[in-house]
Structure formats: structure tokens, C-alpha cells
């Protein structure tokens, strides 16, 4: 019998991964996480490919969409995260990531964002956070921290 649990709540961890320029071009929705080409967004996606109970632990924070599901269906889109933009997104992306939390319960998070999303998100509820605003220079640091919570 599968333990359908276990693939929710463990191997523990949430990533949060901020969007990027580079993206699919698309004619229609594609998963979030599916749809950004660039910065370290295909190495989180690599890393949960084929996993569904994984790939539920992994959150995008959108400069359009604002925080979503990496299964969220999105299209091609060009918005950069502006002042205006910050201020709305930090109405509700708390919200969203408590309610992620609430029903996904992880004791860590990853968060790969340049510091004008991670004020978007604001405090993550959640014994320990890693906050690295640079990860294309960082990718080892960020393979030890999935490798800790034993992600493939």
C-alpha cells in the first residue's frame, strides 16, 4: 500500500523560487514551473521531474501571477518586479504561503530570490529558512540543502 502522506509531508522542505526574464514562449497555459527558462529554475525543476509529491513542496513567486503552485498554469508574460508590483504581491503572498504550509507542513524552507521578492514573502513560518539571493553562484549550497531533505 502507498502512504500517500509520506508524499506530502516527507522528505521535508518548501522551495520558494522567484521568476525570471527567460521564459517559454507559449500559446497556452503551462505549469509554472514549466514555464521559466532561466536562472536556477531549471535546476529545481530537474531536481523534482516525475514527482508530484516533490513538485508540490516547490512554490513560484510570480511578478504577474504573484505566489503560486509550480503546477499553476501560467502563460508567457513580461512584468518586472517594480515597487507597485512588490507592494501588491506583499498583500497576498503571506497569505498564500501560510495556506501552503498549512495543508504541505515543512520545517525548512529554500528560497532562491533576489532581495526584492524575498520582501514580497516576508517572514516564512518556518524553523529554518535559507535565503540565497545569488543562487546561480551558489548551486552547490543549494544541492546540499535539497540533499539534506534526501530530494533526488
Not at 80 to 88: E, H, L, Q
Not at 132 to 140: K, S
Request: charged share 20%; proline share 10%; with cysteine.
Amino acid at each position: 500500500m502507498t502512504n500517500v502522506a509520506a508524499e506530502h509531508d516527507g522528505p521535508g522542505g518548501l522551495v520558494v523560487v522567484a521568476c525570471c526574464k527567460e521564459k517559454r514562449v507559449t500559446t497556452a497555459p503551462v505549469p509554472a514551473l514549466d514555464l521559466y527558462e532561466g536562472w536556477v529554475v531549471p535546476l529545481i525543476r530537474d531536481r523534482v521531474a516525475g514527482r508530484s509529491g516533490l513538485r508540490s513542496r516547490v512554490l513560484v513567486l510570480s511578478a504577474l501571477y504573484g505566489l503560486v503552485t509550480a503546477d499553476t498554469p501560467v502563460s508567457t508574460y513580461e512584468q518586472p518586479m517594480t515597487r507597485g508590483r512588490a507592494r501588491v504581491l506583499a498583500g497576498t503572498a503571506p497569505a498564500v504561503l501560510r495556506e501552503h504550509l498549512a495543508r504541505f507542513p515543512s520545517s525548512e524552507a529554500l528560497l532562491l530570490m533576489e532581495p526584492p521578492y524575498a520582501q514580497v514573502l516576508g517572514p516564512v513560518p518556518v524553523p529554518r529558512a535559507h535565503l540565497i539571493t545569488d543562487p546561480m553562484e551558489r548551486h552547490a549550497e543549494i544541492h546540499a540543502v535539497l540533499d539534506s531533505w534526501s530530494w533526488p
